[in-house]
Each structure stands twice: as structure tokens, then as C-alpha cells.
């Protein structure tokens, strides 16, 4: 039955279905049901706070040289021609990422990467968006918080996100994503 349904499944993604030759689990099954869609596709976003617009500029020594344009193209790259559709937005302001995290809420997104920058650790009012959205989040840090200044060793946002991914360098992001849109 598995592997009817499997086979069934991968002859639905061709247009050359041909219904007289589908497995008889299927052609057992009234007309309107034999309808097969494809997978949802899944909205997710990538947020980051104060200073990341000036990746490339900013520390390459820890940050390295990419740019968040060059993050966007690759992530894009990455997703394209899967059932992903991605936002991006940053901004330096508290305010307006505890705003953008409402708007994911209010028009269904599926989950969220947030590199909270230098909110991670003062920020509660961004804590409580994360956590009051009900939209998973996972955290991601371009650099290894942990083995740099003490202040940086504590995250005030990570306990409302699902995950914490810290030192990958950009690659964090699609780690996050991947890791997003493989949730059912």
C-alpha cells in the first residue's frame, strides 16, 4: 500500500498521469478525490537587527566580508524552485523588528531566522514578541557569542525561539531555514 501510494505520489508531480494505469488504491477512489497537490508552500522569514545592515563593513576579522545583499542572494539561490517563499528585513530599531515579528503572526508565516544582533542580550520586549507571536524562531548568530566577551554569553531571546545556531558564520542562516522548513 506504501508503495502505491509513493508511486502515485511521484506520477502526480508529471502531467502524464495516466488514471486508467494508477494503482487500483487509487483508481478505487471516486474522481474528486484523486486529486494530488503538492506541498504547502512554507513562508519564512530571515530578521536582523541593529548592525547587520553593515555586514562586509563592520569586523570582517569576526563577521567576514559578505554583505547581507550577498546573504539574500544566496539564501534565494538555495530555496529557489522549492516550495519556499522567503521575506527578509532588517532594521536598527527595537521597535520596528517587535513590529515585523507581529505582521509574520497576523498573516500566517511558518516560522522565522532571528539574528537579534546586540538585542540577544537586553532585549525582553523582543523576547516577548518572539514568544507571544506563536511563530517558531529559530536564533542565529554569525559569530561564536560564546567564545567572545562575557556580556555576549547570555541571550535573553533564545528561550522563545525553538533553536539557537551560534558560530556557523553565514551559513547559520540556511541551517535555521532548512531546519524551518522541515517542520510539519
Known amino acids: 500500500m506504501v508503495d502505491t501510494i509513493a508511486g502515485a505520489l511521484r506520477r502526480?508531480?508529471?502531467?502524464s498521469v495516466n488514471v486508467a494505469t494508477a494503482p487500483?488504491?487509487?483508481?478505487?477512489?471516486?474522481p474528486?478525490?484523486?486529486?494530488?497537490t503538492t506541498p504547502a508552500m512554507k513562508k519564512l522569514a530571515i530578521l536582523n537587527g541593529p548592525n547587520l545592515d553593515r555586514l562586509g563593513k563592520r569586523e570582517p576579522a569576526?563577521?567576514?566580508?559578505?554583505?547581507?545583499a550577498d546573504l539574500e542572494r544566496d539564501l534565494r539561490a538555495a530555496f529557489a524552485g522549492r516550495p519556499v517563499e522567503l521575506e527578509f528585513f532588517q532594521?536598527?530599531?527595537e521597535g520596528a523588528l517587535i513590529d515585523h515579528i507581529a505582521s509574520l503572526a497576523d498573516r500566517k508565516f511558518d516560522g522565522f531566522a532571528i539574528n537579534p544582533?546586540?538585542?540577544?542580550h537586553t532585549s525582553v520586549a523582543l523576547r516577548d514578541s518572539i514568544a507571544g507571536s506563536s511563530v517558531p524562531a529559530v536564533e542565529v548568530h554569525i559569530s561564536n557569542v560564546h567564545a567572545r566577551e562575557e556580556f555576549r554569553?547570555?541571550?535573553v531571546t533564545a528561550g522563545a525561539c525553538v533553536g539557537v545556531i551560534a558560530g556557523l558564520g553565514l551559513p547559520g542562516y540556511r541551517a535555521a531555514l532548512e531546519f524551518l522548513a522541515a517542520r510539519g
Open 62 to 68: 569576526v563577521y567576514g566580508s559578505a554583505t547581507l
Open 117 to 120: 544582533g546586540g538585542l540577544t
Open 91 to 93: 532594521s536598527n530599531h
Open 32 to 36: 474528486r478525490h484523486r486529486t494530488f
Open 24 to 30: 487500483p488504491a487509487i483508481t478505487a477512489l471516486p
Open 153 to 155: 554569553h547570555k541571550s
Open 12 to 15: 502526480a508531480r508529471h502531467p
